[in-house]
């Protein structure tokens, strides 16, 4: 070997020891598409907003929200608002008159909300449980009725809703529904906002009693930063109590937890209630959906110590009212602090990986946070379903709030949207009727921040959707390697569409995939997003692929999300 071309050698070798390395790892992913499972409706996709957000429904934040894929929202929203807010004034009753007012603006009210609906698709509606119309007691069965009735009813129906305890006329469904079709007075009768001209019913489906009852003070919560009405919205927080007045109030909106153990407040009662809410609001439309508010069976108060909050609420409420359920309405917020903090960033490896135990930081369950609550809470209810639920039937799953623990920050925000796309799909895959992503703008945002720059759950979200519309249907996949998920839909255009997250930080994976009974097209789209590092990615690209059939390799990037929709021959 001459001396140059042992330098150049010498040299080369250098370049090659010094670049960084990616390894690759390998694996196969089998897709049967002749076993069609769960659909994708127009409920699937959902979105809820925090009651002070007043840019949440706006004309740019609709057009966002419609460009990734979200086609319902939830109605009115997070932080105590549902037990406050009454559709048929547009009043958000205080029973604390010391308070400043709840943050909850016009433009968010349900009358001038419909147009969105419209727009979007569908919603989730939670009627007023906590409150009644002049804040003397709890929520009232008549008044959920009327609100099915504006919603839903016919301009020419007669049919007579009735009176509520405190002696309120709701009069009949056509009132409402007239009110819902008919154009503004000259002079307002107090009810100009209900008049929208909006002639044909909304037609939604999905309605629930409540929103997350049981922060009513029942499990004897710690004093708040105050009520509904004084929480600013600011994350690390105390949670917005639901106030709840079917025990009556408490000396101040400091003190829910006066209400520890009060059966009157308790989930026997919700779910007593749950059933004459449902017979009220069914005899308005029988073909509306009606569920109750559960949570999972284990939480903890942060500090790896068990947390009352739940113990025993599902068991109450499907004891007195699984009969009368629909489905079951849960909220799920994913993501524990890192060590050695535990309160400046979010755990990534419990996130996507492996479960870090909530009652002992140094024990880890061998799947992620999501698959073991969800676990958790499948088992729970499975079993109580058995006990306490008639033969035959078992309430669908809503997950009606979805969110990443917003006051811990991830060090790589790319997690966010790899969680935000696996989950939502994993989710809808098991069937549920809808999954509601939390929040749509926040100080610690996620989905979109405050000037409306889409955040790593939007691009997740949006991938999911690029694979993903109503009526397509989830068909079986699987991968024997856990860094890898994969998700398959037999498309309503006769197409066929791929959705794989890989969680591995530092290799990318090559996955050769088997797909039977294969009668697709030998040329589709790529899309990819995912950066690992603080920038997480502000672009989904797209690019052709080919070589596509019974068989075929695809390399997905680590850290990242790769779609693949593959047309119909």
Known sequence: MSRTHYFALVLLLGIILSAPVHAQ????????????????????????????????????????????????????????????????????????????????????????????????????????????????????????????????GKTSSTQPIGKDSKGNDWKTVGYWASLRASTPLPTDDGYNALRIQHLDPLGILLWKVGNEPYYNGFYDQAHTPGSDADTTGLYGQAASPEPDLHAGQVPTSREWFRLAKNPRV????????????????????????????????????????????????????????????????????????????????????????VARDPLDNMKHFNQPGLEHDYALLAADLSEKYKKLCPAGHAPQLAITNLAVTPWLPAKDPVVIGLFAADATATLLERGAYTVEWSPVHAASPTFLDNNNQPQPAYYGIKLFHQVAHVGDAFVPASTPLELLTVHALKRRDGGFSLLLVNKDPKQSISATVTVDGYNFAAKGTRYDWGKPGSDA???????????????????VPRYSITAIVIPKT
């Open 25 to 152: 790892l390998k694996t196969t992913v089998h897709v049967e598409t002749a076993k069609a499972e769960a659909m994708v409706y127009t409920t699937s996709v959902g979105i809820t907003a925090d009651r002070w957000d007043a840019k949440a429904f706006d004309p740019a934040t609709v057009k966002l929200l419609k460009d990734a894929g979200i086609s319902s929202l939830s109605f009115p929203g997070n932080n105590g608002i549902a037990a406050l807010y009454h559709f048929s004034t547009g009043a958000v009753t205080n029973p604390y008159t010391n308070d400043r007012a709840p943050a909850f603006a016009p433009e968010r009210k349900f009358p001038a909300i419909a147009s969105v609906i419209d727009d979007l698709g569908t919603a989730v509606i939670s009627v007023n449980y906590g409150t009644n119309l002049d804040g003397s007691g709890g929520g009232e069965p008549a008044e959920a009725a009327a609100w099915v009735a504006y919603a839903n």
């Open 537 to 555: 990615g502000t672009t989904i690209t797209e690019a052709p692929i080919d070589g596509l059939g019974a068989t075929f390799t695809v390399v």
């Open 266 to 353: 308790g989930p026997q009662a919700y779910g007593a209630a749950v059933v004459e809410f449902a017979k009220a609001m069914k005899a308005v439309d029988p073909t509306i959906f009606v569920g109750a508010a559960l949570t999972l069976p284990l939480t903890t108060s942060g500090d790896n110590s068990p947390n009352p909050f739940g113990k025993n609420w599902n068991a109450g409420v499907l004891k007195a009212a699984c009969a009368s359920m629909d489905f079951s309405a849960v909220s799920l917020m994913e993501g524990k602090g890192a060590p050695p903090d535990y309160n400046l960033n979010l755990d990534e490896d419990d996130l996507l990986r």
